[in-house]
């Protein structure tokens, strides 16, 4: 069908560049692309991503307003210590791509439904031997390399237009669009349920009043416990008060550690782990071997810092009255971006009975509600699936042979040099599927980079020296967590933004003095063109 269409449809020539999705990563990349006046298709109708499309009522900011900005557009109330809710947010991106006329370029409605290779072999990466020894090459290749085939969100039957472009930004992330179902026995999947099932996803489109329906006065299950888990079931309780409430259960298969706030023991949090001095403890890609040695013996401090703020969460939660202790230490959460800040009342409703918790590793579905292994049985009117999204399912869906069987290494994880670009794919960079503790500061921070490269301030690594830099960031990350598949750079964020400022000719450290280069906390702010000290930092 898409060959018909290419064939009955003039092949539209409007810029060098496209970028797909205009949520975070997507105005962050139109920003420091803007002087190729780039093309951002926007299959919905306002930017944001996730938090125009996956954000509940009750969905806040995960970290303060200075650790969630660009470096060039503060918040208005930036040392407001309350952590900013979904619309708060969607407000600050809108001003943000306003005020850098940034709405110009999205074409809002155009779903990008296919994308063909039409480069020569001098362009493409296959995966070869001799591929992955060779050049990368310019990422403006002088003619289109790649043809985006784009229809209207709107109209799913009209006719699929088609644009070339010589380099292709993809920033359509790992959440949303395609929600992760689990899989059943035949007989037990959710059509034995009588009550209602929903995904987050669907869930989130609800306005107000909708969501509150769906739940008052309902026995609810809501299955997760991460941070969408959480934040349904404290809905699900608030909805539920009075007399005439119900309780929500939540179906509990992996513990992970929850914060109360950014504060251990009347110390801010960004001392154990964001600041130079702290990630100092911790392996880094490129270590030479006196720092390898020293991360070595310094292995008992890291696993002290872990129990320390083990030991205040245990004190201020009551992770064991409800079984919710984890058995894996909170260095590992951390590592893999999966810290979540509790809601301030989430604890209280428990204690009042309104959330209720229940382990179980695997469970399905009975006419009256949820059945599990022990034999055990949860009565429920409405299931909730805070289950995730099928991220790399989305962005397979559109890539072509053979680059579609080349996005995933062994292990299962998108190997991205710099967090951007895949050695084996040819003029395409993937922003945003590298997670960190701040995404849209290294979103930013990469797009910085990514412009860079396209301007040819500085030449790529060849394949094989991109594979091998990959290869080291993920065997660090496999060292550091079991959950290294999330594939998150927390524990050496600052190493990481260290070398890509090398690669653009910028100073690495970015403080104007020696006590805040060790213990404040980098930010956005600190990577502005106009900052950083007058040395480079000593290499390790």
Same mark, same amino acid.
């Given at each position: 069908?898409?060959?018909?269409?290419? +064939?009955?449809?003039?092949?539209?020539?409007?810029?060098?560049?496209?970028?797909?999705?205009? /949520?975070?990563? /997507?105005?962050?990349?139109?920003k420091q692309l803007s002087g190729h006046s780039p093309v951002v298709f926007e299959a919905t109708d306002s930017i944001g991503g996730v938090w125009k499309h996956c954000s509940y009522n009750s969905t806040k900011l995960q970290t303060p307003r200075c650790d969630f900005e660009f470096s060039d557009y503060p918040w208005s109330e930036r040392d407001n210590a309350n952590f900013p809710s979904h619309v708060e947010v969607l407000d600050y991106l809108h001003g943000y791509a306003t005020h850098f006329d940034l709405l110009k370029l999205?074409?809002?409605?155009?779903?990008?439904?296919?994308i063909r290779y039409v480069g020569d072999d001098s362009t493409s990466t296959e995966s070869s031997e001799n591929s992955k020894s060779g050049e990368y090459g310019n990422l403006l290749a002088g003619h289109p390399v790649w043809e985006v085939g784009v229809q209207s969100s709107n109209h799913p039957d009209s006719t699929i237009e088609w644009y070339g472009f010589e380099f292709i930004v993809v920033c359509i992330g790992k959440y949303g669009d395609i929600p992760r179902i689990p899989s059943f026995p035949r007989n037990k999947g959710q059509e034995v349920f009588k009550g209602k099932v929903m995904h987050s996803m669907d869930y989130s489109k609800l306005d107000q009043e909708a969501a509150r329906e769906l739940v008052k006065g309902k026995k609810v299950a809501v299955m997760g416990y991460k941070k969408s888990a959480i934040d349904l079931a404290l809905e699900c309780a608030e909805a539920n008060q009075g007399p005439d409430g119900q309780p929500c259960t939540m179906v509990v298969r992996t513990l992970h550690w929850t914060v109360p706030s950014y504060w251990i023991w009347g110390l801010p949090f960004f001392l154990f782990y964001s600041t130079r001095s702290s990630q100092f403890l911790h392996e880094r890609p490129n270590q030479s071997f006196l720092k390898a040695l020293f991360c070595l013996f310094s292995s008992p401090m890291r696993k002290a810092v872990s129990k320390f703020i083990e030991s205040y969460l245990l004190w201020k939660l009551p992770l064991v009255k409800y079984g919710l202790k984890p058995e894996h230490p909170f260095l590992e959460d951390y590592a893999s971006c999966q810290m979540a800040i509790l809601p301030e009342n989430f604890f209280p409703e428990a204690d009042k009975g309104n959330i209720r918790f229940k382990r179980a590793s695997k469970w399905w579905f009975w006419n009256g509600g949820i059945e599990f292994e022990d034999n055990t049985r949860l009565e429920a009117d409405v299931v909730l699936l805070a289950t995730g999204y099928e991220g790399k399912k989305k962005l397979q869906s559109v890539l072509p042979e053979p680059f579609r069987s080349l996005m995933l290494d062994s292990s299962g994880t998108m190997p991205l040099y710099r967090g951007t670009i895949h050695p084996l794919i040819p003029n395409m960079a993937f922003v945003g599927f590298i997670e960190s503790v701040s995404n849209l500061h290294t979103a930013e921070l990469r797009c910085k980079w990514l412009s860079r490269v396209v301007d040819k301030e500085f030449k790529l690594p060849t394949v094989k020296e991109m594979l091998d830099q990959i290869s080291r960031e993920m065997e660090v990350m496999k060292r550091t967590t079991r959950f290294y598949k999330r594939h998150c750079i927390s524990t050496f964020s600052i190493n990481h933004s260290d070398e890509i400022c090398e690669e653009m000719g910028w100073k690495s450290w970015r403080k104007s003095n020696w006590f805040s280069e060790a213990f404040s906390p980098y930010n956005?702010?600190?990577? +502005?063109?106009?900052?950083?000290? +007058?040395?480079?930092?000593?290499? +390790?």
């Open positions: 069908m898409a060959a018909q269409h290419l +064939n009955q449809t003039h092949l539209h020539s409007v810029s060098k560049i496209g970028i797909i999705g205009a /949520g975070i990563s /997507g105005i962050a990349a139109a999205i074409k809002f409605g155009s779903r990008v439904v296919e956005s702010r600190d990577y +502005n063109e106009e900052r950083g000290l +007058n040395f480079l930092a000593p290499q +390790n």
